[in-house]
């Protein structure tokens, strides 16, 4: 199986960016899904998940109310609104092992794309 990612660019501080992440050969359907991002010189952080029939999500605190995670067939997305020069990362799904209001962290087990990148200028 495989995850691939995509929708990153490189925009202003305010503007909107969204995601996909498109998912073969891992039962996307029945399993809890998240996005994760990495800073340069920072640890990957849980960004936002969403359970897998789609009713149940979470999210950082610094994006809650401008991040919006959604799923469809095989493909999550993250809608991200009002962005700001701190979430510039590389972005990624994976499979979601905890997906609570204080983490969101990855399933030990989670295949892993390439990312794509966010960059937020001011």
């Known amino acids: 199986g495989q995850v691939e990612e995509s929708g990153g660019g490189l925009v202003q501080a305010g503007e909107s960016l969204r995601l996909s992440c498109t998912v073969s050969?891992?039962?996307?359907?029945?399993?809890?899904w998240g996005w994760f991002r990495q800073a340069p010189g920072k640890e990957r952080e849980g960004v936002s998940c969403i359970s897998s029939d789609g009713i149940r999500t979470n999210y950082k605190d610094s994006v809650k109310g401008r991040f919006t995670i959604s799923r469809a067939e095989n493909t999550l997305y993250l809608q991200m609104n009002s962005l700001k020069t701190e979430d510039t990362a590389m972005y990624y799904c994976?499979?979601?092992?905890?997906?609570?209001?204080?983490?969101?962290?990855?399933?030990?087990?989670?295949?892993w794309g390439q990312g794509t990148q966010v960059t937020v200028s001011s």
């Open positions: 050969g891992l039962n996307f359907d029945a399993y809890t």
């Open positions: 994976a499979k979601t092992e905890y997906c609570g209001l204080s983490k969101i962290t990855p399933s030990p087990f989670a295949a």
